[in-house]
């Protein structure tokens, strides 16, 4: 049995470990609302590496609150760099250039979700966060990535992004 001077001093510190905690604030965002599907990103990423498509053109469009970026044509082609054929004022704002950079790209707000999620963002107190991804079904590619995030409390701008790529043509390898 313990005696009462140590049962007593047990429930202190156990009550002072509880308020502790309790002004340390959750570790964990269990309030969160995300709306992404990092499976189905994974399956899709899978299926256009295996599809080894290395020349290729398309068109880029990106919008964030920086402003928008595009479009742009770009064309890939195997063991060269990236050709942005028509750039506009706002190229330093392309993301990425080549279908691997756009997953990399995309990848990392997958990665920004879960620094939310584990509470381990210092930034303003997000609340949801949505990430929705349509691909093409021949050539498994992102055509169209929407990003945003809902605050606890009202924020200018805010954390949002929308990508879209359209007119994807593979290339033979010759091929201008």
Known sequence: ????????????????????????????????????????????????NSGDIKNYRFTYEFFNDAGPAGPVKITVRENEAPVVENPDQYHEYVMAETM?????????????????????????????????????????????????????EPVDGGGYYTLKITEFVPLQPNEP
């Open 1 to 48: 049995m313990i005696p009462a001077c140590t049962r007593s001093a047990c429930f202190s510190l156990f009550a002072l470990l509880l308020v502790f905690l309790n002004s340390c604030g959750n570790p964990f965002n269990e309030k969160l609302t995300v709306n992404a599907d990092r499976e189905t990103f994974e399956k899709e990423r899978a299926a256009w």
């Open 100 to 152: 691997p950079q756009i997953y990399d790209f995309i990848n990392g707000t997958f990665d920004f979700i879960e620094t939310v999620k584990n509470g381990t963002y210092d930034g303003l107190k997000i609340v949801s966060v949505t990430l929705q991804i349509s691909y093409d079904g021949q050539y498994h590619y992102p055509r169209e990535v929407a990003f945003s995030e809902g605050y606890a």
